[in-house]
T-cell receptor
Framework: GAGVSQSPSNKVTEKGKDVELRCDPI?????LYWYRQSLGQGLEFLIY????????KSGLPSDRFSAERTGGSVSTLTIQRTQQEDSAVYLC???????????????FGPGTRLTVT | DAKTTQPTSMDCAEGRAANLPCNHS???????VYWYRQIHSQGPQYIIH???NNETNEMASLIITEDRKSSTLILPHATLRDTAVYYC???????????????FGQGTILTVHP
């Protein structure tokens, strides 16, 4: 079946511009996670959605970062006024995790490579 | 989340078993041990997880010590395609303050050679 997809696969933007990154999770997965991977910081958690709400936003690095999820499916990560330190691979994962304590494996997408010039 | 410690790199000959160790001495009772791997330029891939008991699936085996302070991931017959970064992750269960998310360390770079 279809896995997690992300778009675009690559994005080059100028410093100060806004960008939107999209994640399409596996159908039926209620949990959705955003991570980013950069050379200096490794793989770090950004935000977790359960349905359309985000019970954990603790990893968002600044108020320039925001994310939403509509219809319990597609999610968009928005970075405003991009900076060079935002350059990284942004990864999305989905799973059948529930807030009740039922943990499952997370399936990762291929990522979006963001380069801020 | 409990911190994990893994060797930076390991080598393994093709066809031999690869044994990847992980220390998680501060793990608490409701925290699980998860293993993921990341092949170059791809997203991380789930391998296996466990709480107390040893686990086995089609990819690997997970051996957790009785005190739960360390574990070993075993790839029984390593192939060249198993060359990747392997992450040992302690993941909070229900009620944990960081429930759900995965906290990645630096991982172990496993190189399988012919």
């Amino acid at each position: 079946g279809a896995g997690v997809s992300q778009s675009p696969s690559n994005k080059v933007t100028e410093k100060g511009k806004d960008v939107e990154l999209r994640c399409d999770p596996i159908s039926g997965h209620t949990a959705l996670y955003w991570y980013r991977q950069s050379l200096g910081q490794g793989l770090e958690f950004l935000i977790y959605f359960q349905g359309n709400s985000a019970p954990d936003k603790s990893g968002l690095p600044s108020d320039r970062f925001s994310a939403e999820r509509t219809g319990g499916s597609v999610s968009t990560l928005t970075i405003q006024r991009t900076q060079q330190e935002d350059s990284a691979v942004y990864l999305c994962a989905s799973s059948l995790d529930t807030l009740a304590g039922d943990l499952h494996e997370q399936y990762f997408g291929p990522g979006t490579r963001l380069t801020v010039t | 989340d409990a911190k994990t410690t893994q060797p930076t790199s390991m080598d393994c000959a093709e066809g031999r078993a690869a044994n990847l160790p992980c220390n998680h001495s501060t793990i608490s009772g409701n925290e699980y041990v998860y293993w993921y791997r990341q092949i170059h330029s791809q997203g991380p891939q789930y391998i296996i997880h466990g709480l107390k008991n040893n686990e086995t699936n089609e990819m690997a085996s997970l051996i957790i010590t009785e005190d739960r302070k360390s574990s070993t991931l075993i790839l029984p017959h390593a192939t060249l395609r198993d060359t990747a970064v392997y992450y040992c992750i302690v993941r909070a269960g229900a009620g944990g303050t960081s429930y759900g998310k995965l906290t990645f360390g630096q991982g172990t770079i496993l190189t399988v050679h012919p």
